[in-house]
């Protein structure tokens, strides 16, 4: 027998074309009778990305067999790290034999078993395996994590990069709770994978009991698809899917359903006749770059009717789908863009027609900082065409150029000047002319040049304190313009919903669009004052309202701009803490002093406990001493809770105080959350009703959320209570 010292050997592989293994012990002995080399003490062998490390590793040269013992270590090219008490490996290192085994993967999951045999690069083979991508616990690391699954055998296949189980049985802290005679699942280095998805259990009012099984179709690197065949008790079945596909310069998006379902012939009533009709949904989605100034796109998106997307995918939201197709370009400060819009009414039994928007070209431009006359000039331009087939269609263009210079002078003054002229076009047809009978149809043609000048000033008094600068700041304004012609034999396409309050005070136009203008003189005025700590904490308040010269009856009995003074408008916000914010805007009439609309939104708390409300008033009151009013209030009181580590709870109720008062929608989610693990159990109660073949009332489903594995929910376990 020969010693050698300690230190490194380095021997080639027997096999032509393999790298040479490496050799370094703290002792090395070698046994020529029977051919064994024995290393001892830090062992290390590697090969390539591949090391072995021991406390004590035996070369055979007769049966070219590694044997490695004590606190052994294998580190595998893919990062993979082996734990086992015994091993025996090929010369090359590639097969081995392992009791004991323990693996700790890529993305922290843990693989254990009794005995496993690795074959080449390609399977790990486990007898009696645990696999869990939880963390154990620090303080007794033999307690079972929260969710692990136990099988006869699993099986990694590094070429699928799958991992596969056989008998499996999965268990929640320790417990067995469900049992699957074959279970399979991608590995850490999968980002995506073909196979089913977790199907989609429960029961509906609507739709009974229900399954939706899923499938996923890897079709490549840039794109995808889901399949899914859905059947309900009272239903028949659904199929439905979802492709994606990724361009070089674009992506695509393709989402529909299809099922033969029951719907009432009658708008309104529920109980009419009803009929197996054909349904379903489209959507489809698209973006692509053309070049560096230009990219166009479309978003489609279409039901075959208003209740279907709300009866099988639970969409309460959308009162309107909005299909889209666009050009558009970006250059420095300028902007262009060819829109069509299309719109689908899914309000239950209305019958006005949605006009169909094409094109729709706008054109923008910025000039530079003190590029003309030491301020800036800007450029606004658009062409509009919006068809009906019975009802107005109107043809628009309009150019409107504007200038704008802010002056500061020695004193403080804040002196902005801007000035703009809109040119503007109109030509409408097959409307109701106000001096035309119902069943007659007119047709109007105008072209207004209007121009608008403003002159703007600000004085901000500003104090820098120890711990906060506080800030009082008035402003007032000159407007002016020629009487506004605001024709009612031109329709009012886009300015028909007046939002009067502090964020347009002190715009030229407070109309939202251009075919109503505001003309004439006027006057505004406010006030800001705030308060900013340096650390934290800050305040805000403005009030302002504007005086108008000439009377002006294009606004709306109930907007606030009706008379020569305006409503009062501000709005304060206040956050003094981090665990406090509000914020809370108003309308206020000036002669009786009573509130036209408010509006509160506001979060108090801790991670611990936080509450949060929105509330909401609109007075619609036409005339001011009018005995009935029409008022809309609504208020939404919530709270969230982290209660407890992993553990939090979220409650929410939604209550209508005028004009009819009771509750609206109320919902509770429960939620566990860990670094594995996803609980949550969702209820929801909707008080409101509605026509059509959709039934309100509870809802309640589960969401499970395995890492690595899949989820499990049951959406829409509705008329349990």
Same mark, same amino acid.
């Given at each position: 027998?020969?010693?050698?010292?300690?230190?490194?050997a380095?021997?080639?592989?027997?096999?032509?074309?393999?790298?040479?293994?490496?050799?370094?012990?703290?002792?090395?002995?070698?046994?020529?009778?029977?051919?064994? $080399?024995?290393?001892?003490?830090?062992?290390?062998?590697?090969?390539?990305?591949?090391?072995?490390?021991?406390?004590?590793?035996?070369?055979?040269?007769?049966?070219?067999?590694?044997?490695?013992?004590?606190?052994?270590r294998i580190?595998?090219?893919?990062?993979?790290?082996?734990?086992?008490?015994?091993?025996?490996?090929?010369?090359?290192?590639?097969?081995?034999? $392992?009791?004991?085994?323990?693996?700790?993967?890529?993305?922290?999951?843990?693989?254990?078993?009794?005995?496993?045999e690795?074959r080449g690069?390609?399977?790990?083979?486990?007898?009696?395996?645990?696999?869990?991508?939880?963390?154990?616990?620090?303080?007794?690391?033999?307690?079972?994590?929260?969710?692990? $699954?136990?099988?006869?055998?699993? *099986?990694?296949?590094?070429?699928?990069?799958?991992?596969?189980?056989?008998?499996?049985?999965?268990?929640?802290?320790?417990?067995?709770?469900?049992?699957?005679?074959?279970?399979?699942?991608?590995?850490?280095?999968?980002?995506?994978?073909?196979?089913?998805?977790?199907?989609?259990?429960?029961?509906?009012?609507?739709?009974?009991?229900?399954?939706?099984?899923?499938?996923?179709?890897?079709?490549?690197?840039?794109?995808?698809?889901?399949?899914e065949?859905?059947?309900?008790?009272?239903?028949?079945?659904?199929?439905?899917?979802?492709?994606?596909?990724?361009?070089?310069?674009?992506?695509?998006?393709?989402?529909?359903?299809?099922?033969?379902?029951?719907?009432?012939?009658?708008?309104?009533?529920?109980?009419?006749?009803?009929?197996?009709?054909?349904?379903?949904?489209f959507?489809?989605?698209?973006?692509?770059?053309?070049?560096?100034?230009?990219?166009?796109?479309?978003?489609?998106?279409?039901?075959?009717?208003?209740?279907?997307?709300?009866?099988?995918?639970?969409?309460?939201?959308?009162?309107?789908?909005?299909?889209?197709?666009?050009?558009?370009?970006?250059?420095?400060?300028?902007?262009?863009?060819?829109?069509?819009?299309?719109?689908?009414?899914?309000?239950?039994?209305?019958?006005?027609?949605?006009?169909? *928007?094409?094109?729709?070209?706008?054109?923008?431009?910025?000039?530079?900082?003190?590029?003309l006359?030491?301020?800036?000039?800007?450029?606004?331009?658009?062409?509009?065409?919006?068809?009906?087939?019975?009802?107005?269609?109107?043809?628009?263009?309009?150019?409107?150029?504007?200038?704008r210079?802010?002056?500061?002078?020695?004193?403080?003054?804040?002196?902005?000047?801007?000035?703009?002229?809109?040119? *503007?076009?109109?030509?409408?047809?097959?409307?109701?002319?106000?001096?035309?009978?119902?069943?007659?149809?007119?047709?109007?043609?105008?072209?207004?040049?209007?121009?608008?000048?403003?002159?703007?000033?600000?004085?901000?008094?500003?104090?820098?304190?120890?711990?906060?600068?506080?800030?009082?700041?008035?402003?007032?304004?000159?407007?002016?313009?020629?009487r506004?012609?605001?024709?009612?034999?031109?329709?009012?396409?886009d300015?028909?919903?007046?939002?009067f309050?502090?964020?347009?005070?002190?715009?030229?136009?407070?109309?939202?669009?251009?075919?109503?203008?505001?003309?004439?003189?006027?006057i505004?005025?406010?006030?800001?004052?705030?308060?900013?700590?340096?650390?934290?904490?800050?305040?805000?308040?403005?009030?302002?309202?504007?005086?108008?010269?000439?009377?002006?009856n294009?606004?709306p009995?109930a907007?606030?701009?009706?008379?020569?003074?305006?409503?009062?408008?501000?709005?304060?916000?206040?956050s003094?803490?981090?665990?406090?914010?509000?914020n809370?805007?108003?309308?206020?009439?000036?002669?009786?002093?009573?509130?036209r609309?408010?509006?509160?939104?506001?979060?108090?708390?801790?991670?611990?406990?936080?509450?949060y409300?929105?509330?909401?008033?609109?007075?619609?009151?036409?005339?001011?001493?009018?005995?009935?009013?029409?008022?809309?209030?609504?208020?939404?009181?919530?709270?969230?809770?982290?209660?407890?580590?992993?553990?939090?709870?979220?409650?929410?109720?939604?209550?209508?105080?005028?004009?009819?008062?009771?509750?609206?929608?109320?919902?509770?989610?429960?939620?566990?959350?860990?670094e594995?693990?996803?609980?949550?159990?969702?209820a929801?109660?909707?008080?409101?009703?509605?026509?059509?073949?959709?039934?309100?009332?509870?809802?309640?489903?589960?969401?499970?959320?395995f890492?690595?594995?899949g989820?499990?929910?049951?959406?829409?376990?509705?008329?349990?209570?």
């Amino acid at each position: 027998m020969a010693t050698a010292t300690p230190g490194q050997a380095q021997a080639p592989s027997p096999k032509d074309g393999n790298q040479p293994v490496l050799l370094s012990a703290d002792s090395v002995t070698f046994d020529e009778q029977q051919g064994l $080399v024995t290393a001892r003490g830090n062992v290390e062998l590697s090969q390539d990305l591949r090391t072995v490390r021991a406390d004590t590793i035996t070369y055979n040269r007769t049966t070219k067999v590694v044997t490695a013992t004590g606190h052994i270590r294998i580190v595998e090219p893919s990062g993979d790290i082996l734990f086992a008490d015994y091993a025996e490996l090929t010369d090359d290192l590639r097969d081995a034999f $392992v009791e004991n085994l323990r693996v700790l993967m890529t993305d922290n999951s843990r693989l254990a078993g009794n005995e496993a045999e690795r074959r080449g690069e390609r399977i790990l083979r486990v007898n009696r395996g645990v696999y869990s991508p939880c963390e154990l616990c620090k303080e007794d690391p033999t307690r079972p994590p929260v969710w692990q $699954v136990r099988a006869v055998r699993v *099986v990694h296949d590094k070429d699928e990069h799958e991992i596969r189980y056989k008998d499996a049985v999965l268990e929640m802290f320790g417990v067995p709770v469900a049992y699957t005679p074959y279970l399979s699942q991608p590995d850490a280095t999968v980002d995506r994978k073909s196979g089913f998805l977790t199907p989609l259990l429960g029961s509906s009012s609507d739709l009974g009991l229900f399954i939706r099984p899923r499938y996923y179709i890897d079709m490549g690197p840039d794109q995808d698809a889901t399949v899914e065949v859905g059947g309900f008790s009272k239903q028949g079945l659904l199929l439905g899917g979802e492709y994606r596909k990724r361009f070089e310069r674009g992506r695509l998006t393709l989402n529909g359903s299809v099922t033969q379902g029951e719907l009432p012939n009658g708008l309104a009533d529920k109980n009419a006749p009803k009929e197996n009709k054909l349904r379903g949904h489209f959507f489809a989605r698209g973006l692509f770059e053309i070049d560096e100034v230009w990219r166009a796109g479309f978003d489609v998106k279409r039901a075959s009717d208003e209740t279907y997307l709300r009866k099988y995918f639970d969409n309460r939201g959308d009162d309107f789908l909005t299909s889209r197709a666009f050009v558009e370009g970006f250059r420095g400060r300028n902007y262009a863009a060819v829109s069509a819009y299309s719109w689908q009414d899914l309000r239950y039994g209305n019958t006005v027609e949605e006009p169909i *928007v094409g094109p729709l070209a706008v054109y923008s431009a910025l000039g530079e900082p003190g590029s003309l006359f030491g301020g800036r000039w800007s450029l606004d331009s658009g062409i509009l065409s919006l068809y009906r087939r019975q009802g107005a269609s109107t043809r628009r263009f309009h150019v409107e150029p504007g200038w704008r210079r802010d002056i500061t002078s020695s004193l403080g003054f804040v002196t902005t000047f801007e000035g703009r002229v809109l040119a *503007v076009g109109h030509n409408a047809s097959h409307y109701d002319r106000p001096e035309t009978t119902a069943v007659e149809r007119g047709s109007a043609s105008r072209f207004l040049l209007f121009p608008q000048g403003q002159v703007t000033v600000r004085y901000p008094f500003v104090r820098y304190g120890e711990s906060s600068q506080q800030l009082i700041e008035p402003l007032v304004a000159v407007t002016t313009a020629p009487r506004a012609p605001n024709d009612p034999d031109v329709p009012n396409e886009d300015s028909q919903d007046v939002e009067f309050d502090q964020a347009n005070l002190f715009m030229f136009n407070r109309f939202p669009g251009i075919d109503r203008l505001e003309g004439g003189t006027r006057i505004t005025y406010g006030l800001r004052t705030a308060i900013y700590g340096y650390r934290q904490g800050s305040a805000s308040l403005f009030l302002g309202q504007s005086y108008r010269f000439n009377q002006e009856n294009a606004y709306p009995a109930a907007s606030g701009l009706r008379d020569r003074r305006s409503d009062y408008v501000g709005r304060l916000d206040l956050s003094p803490a981090p665990w406090f914010d509000t914020n809370y805007s108003f309308r206020i009439d000036p002669d009786t002093l009573r509130f036209r609309r408010h509006s509160l939104t506001a979060t108090a708390g801790v991670p611990q406990l936080n509450l949060y409300t929105a509330y909401s008033y609109l007075d619609q009151t036409q005339a001011r001493d009018a005995t009935t009013r029409t008022d809309l209030e609504q208020i939404t009181l919530g709270l969230n809770s982290n209660f407890a580590p992993r553990w939090s709870v979220g409650v929410s109720h939604v209550q209508s105080l005028r004009p009819a008062p009771g509750p609206r929608a109320a919902g509770a989610v429960l939620t566990y959350q860990d670094e594995c693990f996803t609980f949550q159990t969702i209820a929801r109660r909707d008080y409101t009703s509605t026509v059509g073949d959709v039934k309100d009332g509870n809802t309640l489903y589960f969401r499970l959320v395995f890492k690595n594995l899949g989820e499990f929910r049951t959406p829409g376990l509705g008329g349990l209570f």
